[in-house]
């Protein structure tokens, strides 16, 4: 299964409400194209993103990309590239 992770690194002087906010932007912004999102953390928040029953996609990856440079006042987020997110066997 593709997926691929985004990491959320908060600017020291983002309080808490601007930082659910970030969360929950990215995570409307998946639930809007159909991807899930498993999560954690608090200042620095980890979101493993796939789709259900299906493969997350470069164009996804990308909407996520332009969706971070948004937040950049905020936080450092990196999204990374596609990667499989089997559970090795």
């Known amino acids: 299964m593709l997926g691929f992770t985004v ?3 908060l600017h020291d ?3 808490e409400s601007r930082a659910a906010a970030v969360a929950q932007s990215l995570t409307e912004l998946l639930a809007a194209h159909g991807l899930v999102a498993s999560a954690g953390g608090r200042r ?3 979101f493993v993103v796939s789709r259900e029953g299906s ?3 470069e164009a996804e ?3 996520v990309q332009r ?3 948004e937040w950049r006042n ?3 987020i990196t999204v990374s590239d596609l990667v499989d997110l089997s559970p090795a066997s």
């Open 7 to 9: 990491l959320i690194d």
């Open 13 to 15: 002087s983002v309080d």
């Open 44 to 46: 620095q928040m980890l």
């Open 55 to 57: 493969q997350a996609t």
């Open 61 to 63: 990856r990308e909407l």
């Open 67 to 69: 969706w971070a440079s």
């Open 74 to 76: 905020e936080a450092e």
